[in-house]
């Protein structure tokens, strides 16, 4: 071990401090490794369609390794981007009904790149109060004027972009990934359309959920492909695979590959991820009775879960929210459940907007009605005091 000069003081006494205040209101969070195989039954990932371990995905992401490499070795504009990587855009853009699309590494870097590059300095950006940390964290990089609106307003958001006088973007979540409600996706595109602004929209939660064949929100909204309208998603979720991507106009996309800075600076998505994505995507199109199956799945956990008297969020796509009566009550919730065989997501403040703790669940399309019991069982034997109406 190297000697170093003793430091003139703690300097980071300050973390000290911060985990003593996190433990004391029970938001301590901790890493928990999960086995390859697990007797589990999972309800908190985001595997929508249960693709993760699907032979073809997994097929899909072997033979990309074996043929371009473990990574993408540069950024997408030096190395990094292969055949396979533009095969995977033209296909995402023609399933989802875009003009062209852009893969980067994550969702996170997808939402960043739309929200910077489209809403710069000089620029109105419009964002939902329920909108994902990644589209926050998107408005305070842009150093554009950033005004926050109600949750689900389309009235708001008319009234925050009337009279902008100069560039102007709303974004939105198409599926708000705390309580799974959709977005009145209606209601912001025609103020968009009145006050002459973009629409920008992350469909992560939509896409291969919502939609003919989970072809995704906008394309249920019949906004898919309208010149004003912008779109982000994940690879993560429903295709069960990891990267992001922005669709839209080519111009669009010409202008995100020169402005985005978390494309241009940042090593291209890994040929695996883009193969596995790929495969799946393929796959969708071929079993289109996925998507409705994942939203029946939410459907029936919803309605076993509130007949009985708990309090959940009705879905509109695949996640099932519970409400949980305190932060800590949640945790304990979440860890009986764990304890019992069930795996389920624990959603406390800060990553609540509205401070109401939640467990959430997500709604696989192949999840068996056995499985389904056994969640239901689970849940209702380990709810604690006060979460339910009865």
């Not at 043929?67 to 855009?89: F, N, P």
């Not at 599926?175 to 968009?192: E, H, K, M, N």
């Amino acid at each position: 071990m190297p000697q170093h000069p003793p430091a003139p003081a703690d300097v980071f006494a300050w973390i000290d401090d911060a985990e003593r205040v996190r433990k004391e209101a029970g938001l301590v969070r901790t890493l928990r490794p999960r086995p390859a195989v697990s007797e589990l039954l999972d309800l908190a990932g985001n595997d929508y369609l249960g693709l993760t371990r699907h032979p073809e995905t997994v097929r899909g992401a072997q033979e990309a390794a074996g043929r371009w490499g473990a990574g993408a070795t540069g950024s997408r504009l030096v190395t990094g981007t292969t055949e396979l990587h533009a095969e995977l855009e033209r296909e995402l853009a023609d399933f989802c009904g875009f003009e062209a699309a852009l893969v980067l590494s994550s969702g996170y870097a997808a939402n960043l790149a739309a929200v910077t590059a489209l809403g710069g300095p000089g620029a109105l950006v419009v964002s939902d109060a329920g909108n994902h940390a990644s589209i926050v964290d998107g408005c305070r990089l842009a150093r554009a004027e950033t005004a926050v609106v109600p949750h689900a307003d389309p009235e708001a958001a008319r009234k925050a972009l009337a009279g902008h006088g100069g560039s102007a973007l709303l974004v939105t979540d198409s599926v708000f990934s705390v309580d799974g409600d959709a977005a009145p996706l209606a209601g912001y595109a025609a103020a968009c359309r009145d006050e002459g602004a973009a629409l920008l929209v992350d469909d992560a939660h939509g896409l291969g959920v919502l939609g003919e064949g989970g072809r995704g929100a906008l394309h249920a909204a019949g906004l898919a492909g309208a010149p004003y309208v912008v779109a982000t998603l994940t690879l993560s979720k429903s295709l069960g695979s990891q990267g992001g991507a922005v669709l839209g106009q080519a111009k669009v996309i010409r202008h995100l590959v020169n402005a985005a800075r978390t494309f241009i600076f940042d090593t291209g998505l890994a040929p695996a991820a883009a193969g596995a994505a790929l495969a799946s995507l393929r796959l969708l199109r071929r079993e289109p009775e996925r998507a409705g199956r994942a939203r029946e799945v939410a459907a029936r956990l919803y309605e076993r879960l509130t007949a009985s008297g708990l309090s959940a969020a009705r879905p509109d796509a695949a996640v099932v929210s519970v409400r949980a009566p305190s932060a800590s009550a949640a945790l304990g919730w979440a860890a009986d459940c764990r304890e019992a065989g069930l795996s389920v997501g624990c959603f406390r403040p800060p990553s609540v907007p509205d401070g109401i703790s939640r467990l959430r669940l997500t709604a696989r399309a192949d999840l068996t009605g056995e499985e389904i019991d056994r969640a239901v069982e689970v849940i209702l034997a380990t709810a604690p005091a006060g979460a339910t109406d009865r």
